[in-house]
């Protein structure tokens, strides 16, 4: 028996990174998984491998949304669970940053999420009830100097998601944030020019855990909240940092 026996759900981003993980937990859990994203060489090739479908999926656009419900709907008869995973980040002080950029996140990761929402909850409300994790981060629960549209659009996921927590609870959907630190994936990259050596003094430095998190640790979170092992859990961010934000450490 998996967790998701029968249910099918559909996680934005999911050709690589905590998308891609939670894409094959999910499956290995016994969901249909719809793969999402933009990158269609990745995701197709994630998709064919796992026994998932793959569809093309830019959040911020509203078009695309309705075309993948569609597919989903023509391939399955019915779409039960949601992960809103897909996000991007932009590295700037505020004072440099361009409204351009500042509207490229947000529409990104923030209409991206309710575009979502609001595409997907009658879908799951017609299948009688399921679940939406809507991936937020640690920097949607407090500050970080030099990503500021990043975590103005963060806070704005924890906000919806309590919104849509209270307005379709009645409806059967649940609706939760998962709040990464940071996670070994291309987004935490730190590129050329940084040795492996002083990233992991970094995070032996700054986590309580002493590590960066992995992606499939997030993906068991995205996991617990789309299952019934979190049924009387709704509208909560759930901070998955290593302890990170637990407080102010002498130590
Ligand atoms: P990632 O860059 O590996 O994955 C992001 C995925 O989103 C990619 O597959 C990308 O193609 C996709 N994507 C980007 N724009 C898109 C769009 N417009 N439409 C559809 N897909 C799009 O990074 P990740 O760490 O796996 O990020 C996943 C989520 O986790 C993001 O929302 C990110 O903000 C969040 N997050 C990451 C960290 C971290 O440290 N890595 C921490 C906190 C939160």
């Keep these: 028996m998996g967790k998701l026996d029968g249910r099918v759900v559909l996680v934005t981003g999911a050709a690589r990174g905590q998308g891609e993980q939670e894409a094959r937990l999910f499956r290995a859990e016994g969901a249909e998984v719809v793969v999402a994203d933009v990158l269609d060489d ?73 575009l979502g929402i609001r595409t997907v909850a009658p879908e799951i409300e017609a299948a009688g009830g399921g679940t939406i994790v809507n991936t937020a981060s640690y920097t949607g629960i407090t500050g970080m100097a030099y990503v500021g549209a990043y975590a103005a659009t963060k806070h704005a996921i924890v906000g919806l998601t309590r919104v849509a927590a209270l307005e379709l609870a009645a409806k059967g959907i649940r609706v939760n944030a998962v709040c990464p630190g940071a996670v070994d994936t291309a987004m935490t990259d730190p590129g050329e020019g940084a040795s492996p050596e002083s990233v992991a003094r970094l995070y032996r430095k700054r986590v309580p855990l002493g590590r960066i998190g992995r992606p499939e640790e997030v993906a068991r979170l995205a996991l617990f909240l789309s299952c019934e092992d979190s049924s009387y859990i709704t509208g909560q961010p759930f901070v998955i940092d290593g302890g990170w934000l637990a407080g102010v450490s002498l130590i």
């Design 42 to 114: 990745l995701g197709e090739g994630l998709a064919k491998e796992i026994g998932a479908l793959y569809v093309h999926l830019d959040v911020s656009r509203e078009a695309d949304w309705a075309a993948a419900v569609a597919a989903v709907k023509e391939a399955h008869g019915r779409l039960d669970g949601l992960v809103n995973n897909a996000g991007i980040l932009r590295l700037n002080a505020l004072l440099d940053t361009s409204l351009d950029e500042f509207m490229q996140v947000v529409q990104v990761n923030q209409v991206g999420v309710f």
